[in-house]
């Protein structure tokens, strides 16, 4: 009994344990990743498109995450990796036609905001609603931002 208990310890994972292999694995696979949908962007389908894409498949990968069901990681991975990528190239492509370096700030400050209070809103939310009911509402969020691009996209 003993030997099992230990066994237990041993193979827990603690919260911020798994977050940061999460985060390792997403930045192990941006290397990759962000030059292919760089790439795609510039050859093939535009930045606009591919960004409607990344936010259609967040929002089905936030819906599966609700649901009890094994899923590869990094599938969110190659996700946040291609909205990252896409975002930062809306945001230079804006400033470049604005003619201004005050956009590319407030895009860089408001990105460290979403990073250091995103956290805390997903915790909070976590413990008032519940993790399923959390990842349904980013789902939610990502069906919302397919939604309002889909038109940016189209043009």
């Given at each position: 009994m003993v030997g099992l208990r230990f066994c237990a310890v041993v193979f827990s994972l603690g919260t911020a344990t798994l977050a940061g292999i999460?985060?390792?694995l997403r930045w192990g696979c941006e290397p990759?990743?962000?030059p292919l949908t760089g790439k795609l962007a510039d050859a093939r389908y535009g930045w606009q498109l591919l960004f409607l894409y990344a936010f259609g498949c967040g929002a089905v990968i936030f819906a599966l995450l609700a649901l009890p069901l094994p899923l590869p990681l990094w599938f969110a991975c190659a996700t946040a990796t291609a909205l990252t990528t896409l975002a930062d190239t809306g945001?230079?492509?804006a400033s470049a036609e604005a003619g201004g370096h005050s956009l590319l700030m407030a895009y860089a400050l408001l990105t460290d905001m979403?990073?250091?209070f995103g956290p805390l809103l997903a915790y909070s939310l976590n413990a008032l609603l519940g993790i399923n009911t959390v990842y349904a509402l980013c789902a939610g969020l990502f069906v919302a931002l397919f939604v309002l691009w889909k038109p940016f996209a189209e043009s």
């Open positions: 999460l985060q390792a990759w990743l962000a945001a230079a492509n979403g990073a250091a």
